[in-house]
Nanobody
Framework: QVQLVASGGGLVQAGGSLRLSCAASGIALRNNHMAWYRQAPGKRRELVASITAASSITYVDSVKGRFTISRDNAKNTVYLQMNNLKPEDTAVYYC?????????WGQGTQVTVSS
């Protein structure tokens, strides 16, 4: 059974930092593409960052230079380091593992940035 457990969210002031973690079981993340999405209240879920199995990385423009996605194959965990957080980063953050026709989602972790 595949399980993705996201953690690390919380309440932080603008300009602060958080590191989100997505720990996987039942699946080897090194063989999958990984992504972080977020969904703010009343808005559509959006892709924030992704890292392919070959370690190609992309970011949405609004987080470039502030967020960093990384993967630790030994820990089977993907991270999202978020620096210089802004109130508009407030959302529930989800991790996703996908490859070919298969995809798996974590349960989400709340990030709230106060101004």
């Amino acid at each position: 059974q595949v399980q993705l457990v996201a953690s690390g969210g919380g309440l932080v002031q603008a300009g602060g930092s958080l590191r989100l973690s997505c720990a996987a079981s039942g699946i080897a993340l090194r063989n999958n593409h990984m992504a972080w999405y977020r969904q703010a209240p009343g808005k559509r879920r959006e892709l924030v960052a992704s890292i392919t199995a070959a370690s190609s990385i992309t970011y949405v423009d609004s987080v470039k230079g502030r967020f960093t996605i990384s993967r630790d194959n030994a820990k089977n965990t993907v991270y999202l380091q978020m620096n210089n957080l802004k109130p508009e980063d407030t959302a529930v953050y989800y991790c996703k593992a996908y490859r070919n026709l298969h995809s798996y989602w974590g349960q989400g972790t709340q990030v709230t940035v106060s101004s």
